[in-house]
């Protein structure tokens, strides 16, 4: 392609505005929406088109479950009232079924279609026939994501993926609406720091979460704790990687996730990244570990939060 053709082509494509302009106008021909509303970039800019097209008639709704960290809800319910959307929380337990517990190469299809499912329930009390989500046109071909044939199979509407708009596009028109979410990194649930074919359970949820609010609290931004059955592998990104070799963290990770219910702590030399325990990722699992019982996988975290402890700045 020549470089007339190529500037041609460019020309042609739709802008930012003109797709923007778009999916507002498109939004605003129904009814009423709801929108499966995490507080992530993606779902917050659906959120706020949606409000901005059709007011009252949009309402922004956040699954509760065991996979959602409880900052994450309280961050989505902060980020509701910043775009000045209704805000509902429906409550389910992916737990309860077989299927996601089982952590298949397909449990982000389970979740998706319990979660998506939650959402149609809760639209149908309020009236509502469009359920929209958070897609955006980047994400079909970002690699192994199951849970992207829940949203065809429920037809869930994705006006970002509809009109063409992709992350980049995303986060410049969050920052256009001025939300605090429009560097916010992806953020999976808490299953899927769990290696495919390992149980999901509410032991192995709750030890993540807490292991991960203790390096949150510590001064880390990028960051995963993986449970390889009781094996924590600690992935940070590669400008905190100085700070996590430090031998005072060293040891502060150790004793604050032993506590936790990890019977050993690693360090993943190569840094974080995403989908690292799922299918393709190269990762083996890790033999089955038996648990101390002297150790209360319960303990609370407010208790371990006021240890001392090296922190990443």
């Known amino acids: 392609m020549t470089a007339a053709e190529t500037s041609a082509t460019s020309a042609d494509e739709p802008t930012v505005e003109a797709k923007l302009a778009a999916a507002r106008a498109d939004l605003a021909e129904r009814d009423g929406v709801l929108v499966a509303f995490s507080g992530g970039v993606d779902s917050s800019v659906v959120a706020a088109l949606a409000s901005e097209a059709l007011g009252e008639r949009a309402v922004a709704c956040t699954a509760k479950s065991e996979t959602l960290p409880e900052a994450e809800l309280a961050d989505a319910t902060r980020v509701a009232e910043e775009i000045g959307v209704r805000h509902e929380v429906v409550e389910f337990s992916e737990l309860s079924s077989e ?58 509407y994705s006006p970002l993926l509809e009109h063409g708009i992709d992350k980049e596009e995303v986060r410049e028109i969050a920052r256009r609406y001025d939300l605090s979410v429009a560097e916010k990194p992806a953020m999976a649930c808490l299953s899927s720091r769990i290696p495919t074919g390992l149980d999901v359970t509410e032991e192995r949820l709750t030890r993540v979460e807490r292991a991960e609010t203790l390096l949150r609290t510590w001064g880390f931004e990028g960051f995963r704790v993986r449970d390889h059955d009781g094996l924590a592998r600690i992935e940070v990104a590669p400008d905190e990687l100085e700070a996590a070799l430090d031998p005072a963290f060293a040891r502060a990770a150790r004793e604050h996730l032993a506590d936790l219910g990890f019977e050993h702590v690693t360090l993943d030399l190569h840094g974080y990244r995403t989908g690292s325990v799922s299918p393709g990722s190269g990762d083996g699992r890790d033999a089955e570990a038996s648990a101390d019982d002297d150790r209360d996988p319960n303990a609370d975290a407010a208790d371990l939060l006021d240890a001392e402890h090296p922190t990443a700045e």
């Open 99 to 156: 299927q996601f517990v089982a952590n298949d190469a397909d449990r982000c299809y389970h979740c998706r279609t319990m979660r998506l499912g939650a959402m149609f329930d809760t639209a149908r009390e309020l009236g509502i026939e469009t359920v929209c989500d958070g897609t955006n046109a980047d994400d079909p071909g970002a690699g192994h994501r199951p849970g992207l044939r829940a949203v065809a199979e429920l037809d869930a």
